[in-house]
């Protein structure tokens, strides 16, 4: 079946650094993608959205990347801080679903050090 | 609230015995999900909610898991027959219908429910 998935699943930087973490879909009808963050303990929380339409968003040292063309998906921090030690999940949105349903990939722990 | 509350934090309780789960949404929002998260795991989705839609069921794991959501608020997710692999964390999301035909399908996510079967 179609999945999301995630190349690395744990990834060591050091503080200052920046990050990059990736992410395969293989649904070709999603035209739709978020990043979450999860820290221990705490329910996901929204990072930063990208449609389809666009090949790259930045948000608040945060960028987005989108490669339609090999269905890959990556999330770049800049100066990384210990703070963003977490576990980051990509989620697609099949559109043609009708429906707001995620679908998550099993997430990359980020660890930070100082 | 200003955000999704879920209780209870933390359940432990033994195998065979039911367990219920609630979740209140964020007010105003008209879907809500449920999704488990085993340890060290993704997201596995569970149940969804719309408004007065027929919910979607698809992600139920047996007929021991049953969830409901009473005057489109506050849901309850129940587990019958508790077994040993139930044990993780439930979560639950809310979020604005109307924003999925933008393409924003954000989640808002409570802190979940560690469930532990002994």
């Known amino acids: 079946g179609e999945s999301v998935g995630l190349h690395l699943p744990t990834l060591s930087v050091q503080e200052g650094d920046n990050s990059i973490i990736n992410c395969a879909y293989s649904n070709s009808a999603s035209d739709y993608f978020i990043w979450y963050k999860q820290e221990s303990g705490k329910g996901p929380q929204f990072i930063i959205d990208?449609?389809?339409?666009?090949d790259k968003r930045q948000g608040q040292r945060v960028t987005v990347l989108l490669n339609k063309t090999v269905k890959h998906l990556s999330l770049q921090i800049a100066a990384t801080q210990p703070g963003d030690s977490a576990v980051y999940f990509c989620a697609e949105n099949p559109m043609n679903s009708g429906y707001s349903t995620l679908t998550f990939g099993k997430g990359t722990m980020l660890l930070v050090s100082p | 609230g200003a955000g999704v509350s879920q209780s209870p934090s933390n359940k432990v309780t033994e195998k065979g015995k039911d367990v219920e789960l609630r979740c209140d949404p964020i007010s105003g929002h008209t879907a809500l999900y449920w999704y488990r998260q085993s340890l060290g795991q993704g997201l596995e989705f569970l149940i969804y909610?719309?408004?007065?839609?027929?919910?979607?069921k698809s992600g139920l794991p047996s007929d021991r898991f049953s969830a409901e959501r009473t005057g489109g608020s506050v849901s309850t997710l129940t587990i019958q027959r508790t077994q040993q692999e139930d044990s993780a964390v439930y979560l639950c999301?809310?979020?604005?219908?109307?924003?999925?035909?933008?393409?924003?399908?954000?989640?808002?996510f409570g802190e979940g429910s560690r469930l532990t079967v002994l």
């Open positions: 999301a809310s979020s604005f219908y109307v924003r999925v035909k933008e393409g924003t399908g954000e989640l808002f």
């Open positions: 990208i449609r389809s339409n666009m």
């Open positions: 909610f719309q408004g007065n839609s027929a919910p979607d």
